[in-house]
């Protein structure tokens, strides 16, 4: 099976769509987080992955607008309270089997304290070869990264939303990962809110 892994899109439904469109064909469609933006809302992004049936888990971003700080901006009348329902029954924490896989999602880190960043070259991450899982997603740091810790692949997919990764030039991104292959497919792709800035050499 093929999974598509995406994260924190941070309201930007132009790269979601573009990095869908690049996963092309998935099975199913993990989401780690941060599908929102501090404040702000979209309930096209929100929507969308209720369309498809996304696994979702929350974010810091979510906790942020979910929480009494965000009760002004999600009264506006523009909101779908049935998305915001349907976000707030979302864990932090996910497990799930999926074609014989353990897979455990989480935004951030999975050890405490949970809104840790760890990227790709630390040392912590050799201490996930101690997980019973096939696989461990998250996001949190927009950096993309695949490794594999004892028979624990650790996968994050970069960012759909909010480029911030100078080792693809500060692309989006998000993955794939076959379950029978065991291979992981990044797709890097210019952010489309950003075409003014990236054309005009300022990145």
Known sequence: MKLGIISDIQCNIAGFRQGLERMGEIDELFCAGDSVFQFRWSNEVVGLLRELGAHVVLGNHEETILS?????????????????????????????????????????????????????????????????????CGGHTHFKMAQRHGTTLVVNPGSAGDPRDSRNDFQLSCAVWDTTSDEVIFYDYPDPTRSFVAHSGLL
């Open 68 to 136: 009494r700080d965000g009760e002004r901006a999600l009264s506006s009348p523009k909101i779908d309270q049935d998305l915001v329902a349907w976000m707030r029954e979302k864990p932090y924490r996910l497990e799930a089997e999926v074609d014989g896989k353990k897979i455990m999602m989480t935004h951030a880190s999975p050890w405490e304290p949970w809104d840790e960043y760890h990227y790709p070259p630390e040392a912590i991450w050799a201490r996930a070869a101690a997980f019973d899982y096939d696989a461990v």
